[in-house]
């Protein structure tokens, strides 16, 4: 149970805009390192609807280091390790529109997603596979929810209930 839970928040529409970026590193079925940045959007502009998700405006990442200074920390943490993100798609999609915006070369990395596992694992005895719905399933409170590293946490314990 070695793999790394990662969330991405965006400034707007565009997925190369993430804005925070939240870690949780499990090694051993243990978590054993817990990462958050904020990162400077580009675009760098705040949709109102992004900003009433998680609360984030300009004035937080004005001074914040773009993903390519702080990508090189997150991907020294990760190093190996399979990422799993609740709605996997969307968090790829963050990686993927940023590495290209970028000019980097994606390294393709392997997504697991808790979502997914979640309409596997529990079907229809949920009302819906929404990351606080399947966190409390797996007994997990879910406090802050759309703070990156809060729903990085509440992924990480989904994934060591349903990936065991």
Not at 20 to 29: C, H, L, Q
Not at 77 to 100: K, M, Q, S, T, Y
């Amino acid at each position: 149970m070695n793999f790394a839970a990662i969330d991405f928040e965006t400034a707007n529409r565009h997925r190369s805009s993430i804005c925070s970026v939240g870690v949780v590193v499990v090694r051993n079925g243990e978590v054993a390192e817990k990462v958050y940045r904020l990162v400077r959007p580009r675009p760098n502009f705040y949709s109102r609807f992004n900003t009433e998700v998680h609360g984030l405006t300009g004035a937080d990442t004005d001074e914040a280091p773009e993903f390519e200074d702080v990508w090189p920390e997150i991907d020294a943490l990760i190093d190996g390790l399979p990422l799993v993100a609740h709605n996997a798609p969307f968090d790829e999609g963050c990686l993927r529109a940023a590495f290209d915006l970028y000019s980097l070369p994606y390294p393709g990395y392997l997504f697991f997603c808790t979502c997914q596992a979640s309409r596997r694992y529990f079907g229809r005895q949920l009302p819906n596979h929404q990351l606080h719905t399947v966190a409390a399933a797996c007994g997990y409170d879910l406090q802050n929810h759309h703070h990156a590293l809060a729903d990085a946490e509440a992924c990480a314990q989904i994934a060591l209930k349903l990936f065991r």
